[in-house]
């Protein structure tokens, strides 16, 4: 995230939170062009939408590749895949790795052995992400998070919430970050005060 890297910003605690943004997607996935007709209405109105935010992608500096996903993933354990890699450290590397495999490569996110792969590319053990994915840990934690998120209103993604209450929703520029850091850093030293 770009407002990260402002000069005076001393590093920020970032936790990932499971949201599922299609949670009875079959454990499968479906394919991605059946899907983005039943969600968005229509070939012409698909493109409509890829193209546009394929435009302000390269404007950032991302080259989405949408052509390249053939399937959309049930991404219960990509998150738990987060989750993971939250307990062993900093899950920031495993998070960019998965959108730039998904949106950029179009890597089935869904599939486990990818997930696995795309884990040990991110420097996690592969071994113990396997068995991790082959179990059932994470699974409730994921649901139940999401479930939290649906309760509180949050119903797209991006969201960032910060200090546990303040939330901003959608793709911003950093200045609009910058802002909200802080404005979130005064108000917790006037908490402190």
């Known amino acids: 995230m770009a407002a990260l890297r402002e000069p005076g910003f001393e590093p920020l605690h970032i936790k990932w939170v499971p949201f599922l943004l299609n949670p009875r997607m079959a454990p499968g996935g479906m394919d991605r062009k059946a899907y983005l007709a039943w969600k968005f209405g229509g070939a012409d109105r698909v493109s409509f939408i890829s193209d546009r935010i394929a435009q302000e992608g390269l404007q950032d500096g991302i080259p989405f590749a949408f052509e390249r996903i053939a399937r959309t993933p049930n991404t219960v354990d990509a998150h738990r895949a987060i989750l993971f890699a939250q307990q062993h450290g900093d899950a920031a590397v495993l998070v960019e790795a998965l959108f730039a495999g998904y949106f950029i490569h179009g890597r089935d996110i869904g599939e486990r052995g990818e997930l696995v792969a795309i884990g ?58 910058v802002r909200l850091f802080d404005f979130v850093r005064n108000q917790t030293a006037l908490d402190m005060s």
């Open 120 to 177: 040990q590319e991110s420097g996690l053990d592969g071994a113990l992400l396997r068995d991790y994915l082959h179990s059932d840990a994470g699974h409730d934690e994921v649901i139940e998070s999401n479930a939290r998120a649906h309760a509180m209103g949050i119903n797209a993604v991006p969201c960032f919430v910060f200090d546990g209450h303040k939330a901003l929703s959608g793709a911003q520029p950093p200045e609009v970050f």
